[in-house]
Structure formats: structure tokens, C-alpha cells
């Protein structure tokens, strides 16, 4: 088993930044893709980024493409989402996620086993 735990969710101005990061644990180390969610409120859970463990490749949905930037670290079992220039409809509760085994597209949440129990973000205008 994996659990995944949030953190530096919060209140935000718009056009501010925030950090997050999701620590995992329970397996030594996590090498298949992870990923960052958010459910607006009122809304359906929908993908924001993904990164893979070799490779580093990241993917992005383009509501938040060239604003917020996935990141790992693998020797810390870590994933942070960095979060430029927000905006108030990036208003959410953000979740993280990891995949049991390899699984694509990156943006379905069918290929995620592991969640996080999510952190709030909420932007002002």
C-alpha cells in the first residue's frame, strides 16, 4: 500500500503563487507516474499535471499549461506542484496521485490506485 499526504494548500491573491507537495510512503520508492488533480467546488475531479519516474516527462492540461510547473523527487518519494499566477478559477481542492502499475492516458483517473486525502487552495480575486 501507498499513502500520499498533501500539503501547502491555503489562500491565495490572484496572480500569487503557492507550493504544494505530497509526500508518499509505504512502499521504498514509488516509479510509476504521478499526478495532481483538483475538484472545483460543484465540479467533477479533473486532471492537472502528470510526471513520469525515468524520465521526467510532464503533461499538463491546458487550463494550466506555462502557469503551474509538477516536479519530483525521487529519493524523497515527493511530488510538489508549483503554482504561478493563479487565478480564482483555479479554486479547488488539489489531490495526489500515483499509479500501481503503468497506465495511460496520464489525464484518466482510472489509472490512479493511490490518493491523497487532498488539500484546499482557494485564490481571491
Known amino acids: 500500500q501507498v499513502q500520499l499526504v498533501e500539503s501547502g494548500g491555503g489562500l491565495v491573491q490572484a496572480g500569487g503563487s503557492l507550493r504544494l507537495s505530497c509526500a508518499a510512503s509505504g512502499r521504498t520508492y514509488i516509479t510509476t507516474p504521478m499526478a495532481w488533480f483538483r475538484q472545483p467546488p460543484g465540479k467533477e475531479r479533473e486532471f492537472v499535471a502528470a510526471i513520469t519516474w525515468s524520465s521526467g516527462n510532464t503533461y499538463y492540461a491546458e487550463s494550466v499549461k506555462g502557469r503551474f510547473t509538477i516536479s519530483r523527487d525521487n529519493a524523497k518519494n515527493t511530488v510538489y506542484l508549483q503554482m504561478n499566477s493563479v487565478k480564482p478559477e483555479d479554486t479547488a481542492v488539489y489531490y495526489c496521485?500515483?499509479?500501481?502499475?503503468?497506465?495511460?492516458?496520464?489525464?484518466?483517473?482510472?489509472?490512479?490506485?493511490?490518493w491523497g486525502q487532498g488539500t484546499q487552495v482557494t485564490v481571491s480575486s
Open positions: 496521485a500515483a499509479q500501481l502499475v503503468y497506465c495511460t492516458p496520464y489525464g484518466d483517473r482510472r489509472c490512479y490506485e493511490f
